[in-house]
């Protein structure tokens, strides 16, 4: 079964700051998706990255897949409060290589 | 347009009562699931529909019905839930099983008294 790592678990930071949570695991992913999820809402899709070592940009948010398929990375630059959320990775694995493993999420506050 | 929609959006039922939960896309999606996230914790996945067949039952109790009336509708039947099942029930879709990207709908926070 593939597993999915993210550090670190909680992040609390000033308003301007920049930041970078991880998503790590042991086995290889074809892709992997980010999503950020405010309390009682569902997660929103953020990017998916396909390919080894492929950066994404979406305004202040950089998102980084390692070379061999294993790790992902996300940059927050100049963090808004705004920016407060649940921070989930996601790939496919599971049992059956059909259904999406979720890590255990990074759950960032930003104070003003 | 990247909506899933779910109903109710809180929903409060006794033990013994019988309620069912709805989720719909218009996205031309062939494949749709049901996770249950609990507070703190990632979405656990608990059935998944391809082609309107139901294609993964992650071992979820019967008290759970889940039910595929077409492309676009996807319901959750409860039935004689207990407390612990208490939960944040999120529906989500994607073009088909196996696709790079799930959208999720806003959920359904289930509390069972």
């Known amino acids: 079964t593939q597993l999915l790592e993210q550090s670190p678990q909680f992040l609390s930071i000033q308003e301007g700051e920049n930041l970078t949570v991880y998503c790590n695991s042991s086995s290889v992913f074809s892709s992997l998706q980010w999503y950020r999820q405010e309390p009682g809402e569902g997660p929103v899709l953020l990017v998916t990255v396909v390919t080894g070592g492929e950066v994404k940009k979406l305004k202040r948010l950089t998102f980084q897949f390692g070379d061999a398929r294993k790790d992902s990375s996300l940059h927050i630059t100049a963090a808004q409060p705004g920016d407060t959320g649940l921070y989930l990775c996601?790939?496919?694995?599971?049992?059956?290589?059909?259904?999406?493993?979720f890590g255990p999420g990074t759950r960032l506050s930003v104070l003003p | 347009d990247t909506e899933v929609t779910q109903t109710p959006k809180h929903l409060v039922m006794g033990m013994t009562n019988k309620k069912s939960l709805k989720c719909e896309q218009h996205?031309?999606?062939?494949?749709m699931y049901w996770y249950k996230q609990k507070a703190k914790k990632p979405p656990e996945l608990m059935f998944v529909y391809s082609y309107e067949k139901l294609s993964i039952n992650e071992s979820v109790p019967s008290r759970f019905s889940p039910e595929c009336p077409n492309s676009s509708l996807l319901n959750l039947h409860l039935h004689a839930l207990q407390p612990e099942d208490s939960a944040l029930y999120l529906c989500?879709?994607?073009?088909?099983?196996?696709?790079?990207?799930?959208?999720f709908g806003p959920g359904t926070r289930l509390t069972v008294t």
């Open positions: 989500a879709s994607s073009q088909e099983v196996g696709s790079y990207e799930q959208y």
């Open positions: 996205m031309g999606h062939r494949a």
């Open positions: 996601a790939g496919l694995g599971g049992n059956y290589g059909q259904n999406f493993v």
